[in-house]
Nanobody
Framework: VQLVESGGGLVQAGGSLRLSCAAS????????MGWYRQAPGKQRELVAI????????NYADSVKGRFTISRDNAKNTMTLQMNSLKPEDTAVYYC?????????WGQGTQVTVSS
């Protein structure tokens, strides 16, 4: 399974961005999907995760109420809607998929929030 992120960019604090992750290959083997992020000098952290059917989601405390994760299995895509962005949300955001084949990472997309 290959993952490609898009939608990153530069935004002012309080603004919004929508990240997308497109999956290709043996997508039938994907179960859960999620978003991670890594800021300079920090460890990669889980931002949000969604189950295979999309019925269950979980968020890091730092993004609860501001970010929304969703997926469209028919289109093999996952999105992260990010609202009320803060400078501390600045990071490279990575798409992650888990499945019977193991797991895959996307290449990452930069999100920069200016104050």
């Amino acid at each position: 399974v290959q993952l490609v992120e898009s939608g990153g960019g530069l935004v002012q604090a309080g603004g919004s961005l929508r990240l997308s992750c497109a999956a290709s290959g043996s997508t039938f083997s994907i179960s859960a999907m999620g978003w991670y992020r890594q800021a300079p000098g920090k460890q990669r952290e889980l931002v949000a995760i969604i189950t295979s059917g999309g019925g269950s989601t979980n968020y890091a405390d730092s993004v609860k109420g501001r970010f929304t994760i969703s997926r469209d299995n028919a289109k093999n895509t996952m999105t992260l809607q990010m609202n009320s962005l803060k400078p501390e949300d600045t990071a490279v955001y990575y798409c992650k998929a888990w499945g019977t084949y193991g797991g895959s990472w996307g290449q990452g997309t930069q999100v920069t929030v200016s104050s």
